[in-house]
């Protein structure tokens, strides 16, 4: 595929100007920050976590980040928006959408207040369980990625993706999928299409296991490998978008100049699976 018109996905090369300052948006157990903070803590002078933010209060990867000295901001956005599940016609849809991109768009002032304060941020990593729209997103257009549970390289026959959304762990299953991995995409205005960086290593089901002992397992397994290549090959520089798109739509990402399939960098490395049960909230 040519790689002319390709678009670098970094301001800038991690060097001189000190580490590559990450932000995360946060919803659940912490497990993404952890492998965020095991990187800054092995190599300080390339990576560092300066700040996350949730849409809500109890999540454990606040807690997480407060222990390590990371600013950490909880929020307030069921209260404040509702749920989409709640939104059950066309015009609650549209009020719901509307209420959530007005309090992103709130989200994202705040965070660019900070900025100002403190200095911008070259990355934005989601494990973040909120749709987002407006100005969150278009300032953070080509550096915002998120960690999806689901491997986006299975299509339909309309060549759409198959496990995007909620659950992509338990389709798999259902669908008699014998692994299933992490997939590392940019983040833009669709839900779960943007371009597919790096995927974890495939994680084997286990008889007998159900989808949450697996998506346990994925998270030692594959989320962790996947968000560490990704986050190296941004600090190096390395990412960019080529003109062409895969059958998905979705743009073909160069690594090193060098096009990538569907699904960017697989991660082959065969996973051992230790099946001590892993605390939630690690």
């Given amino acids: 595929m040519p790689t002319a018109g390709a678009v670098p996905l970094l301001r800038r090369r991690v060097g001189d100007d000190g580490p ?11 497990a993404n920050l952890s492998t965020l903070i095991d990187l800054q803590h092995r190599e300080p002078g390339r990576f ?6 949730s849409h809500g209060t109890r999540s454990p990867a606040l807690a997480l980040a407060r222990e390590h000295g990371i600013e950490a901001w ?3 956005f069921d209260a404040r928006c509702g749920t ?5 016609t066309s015009d609650a849809r549209a009020a719901y959408r509307q209420r959530a991109r007005l309090w992103h768009d ?18 934005v990593v989601l494990a973040y369980h909120r749709w987002i729209e407006g ?10 990625i998120n960690q999806h549970p689901g491997d986006l390289t299975v299509l339909d026959r309309e060549h759409r993706r198959v496990l995007i959304g909620n659950d992509p762990v338990a389709a798999a299953m259902r669908l008699g999928h014998p692994t299933t991995r992490t997939s590392c995409f940019l983040v833009d205005g669709t839900h779960d299409g943007g371009a597919v960086l790096c995927q974890g290593p495939a994680v084997p089901v286990r008889p007998g296991v159900d989808a949450r002992a697996q998506e346990l397992d994925q998270k030692r397994l594959s989320d962790r490998p996947c968000l560490e290549w990704t986050v190296r090959a941004f600090a190096a520089g390395s990412l960019a978008l080529a003109a062409g798109t895969h059958p998905d739509g979705s ?3 160069l ?11 697989r991660l082959t490395t065969t996973p051992v699976l230790d099946t001590t049960p892993v605390r939630e909230g690690s």
């Fill in 20 to 30: 590559l300052r990450i932000g995360m948006l946060v919803s659940a157990t912490g």
């Fill in 255 to 265: 690594a090193d100049g060098t096009p990538l399939p569907l699904g960017g960098m």
């Fill in 135 to 144: 100005n969150l997103l278009t300032r953070h257009h080509g550096r915002m």
């Fill in 48 to 53: 560092r976590v300066a700040l996350v933010a």
């Fill in 251 to 253: 743009r073909v990402v």
């Fill in 74 to 76: 909880p929020g307030d």
């Fill in 106 to 123: 709130g989200l994202d002032a705040r965070m660019a207040a900070w900025e100002r304060d403190n200095g911008a941020l070259d990355l």
């Fill in 84 to 88: 989409a599940s709640a939104a059950t």
